[in-house]
Nanobody, 125 residues
Framework: QVQLVESGGGLVQAGGSLRLSCAAS????????MGWFRQAPGKEREFVAA?????????YYADPAKGRFTISRDNAKNTVYLQMNSLKSEDTAVYYC?????????????????WGQGTQVPVSS
């Protein structure tokens, strides 16, 4: 198990950028696949991006994130990041960091068994 703490959320104007961080506890961070999910009001939690613990941290993105968001990890700092550019009002959501041990990437929230508390990202138009 890892404890996850997100930071970096906040109000941003459409077209702006924001970088979210997720700090993990423990000494086995590098063995976890890390994901970012988001949940807008009245909607289900959805996959945004993930980075595997295998293949030098290969990355995967949901279609809305491709070309605008970048996920990265720093295993020395036990931290995963989500750089979000060209933000749109439809990106408004609570963003969650999640972790699952191993290298297989899944877009299904139920696959991940470690979650942060979430950080709000309101995007004003």
């Amino acid at each position: 198990q890892v404890q996850l703490v997100e930071s970096g959320g906040g109000l941003v104007q459409a077209g702006g950028s924001l970088r979210l961080s997720c700090a993990a506890s423990g000494r086995t961070f590098s063995s976890y696949t890390m994901g970012w999910f988001r949940q807008a009001p009245g909607k289900e939690r959805e996959f945004v991006a993930a980075t595997s613990s295998w293949n030098s941290g290969s990355t995967y993105y949901a279609d809305p994130a491709k070309g605008r968001f970048t996920i990265s990890r720093d295993n020395a700092k036990n931290t995963v990041y989500l750089q979000m550019n060209s933000l749109k009002s439809e990106d408004t959501a609570v963003y969650y960091c999640a972790a699952v041990r191993g290298g297989v990437v899944s877009t299904a929230p139920k696959t991940y068994d470690n979650w942060g508390q979430g950080t709000q990202v309101p995007v004003s138009s």
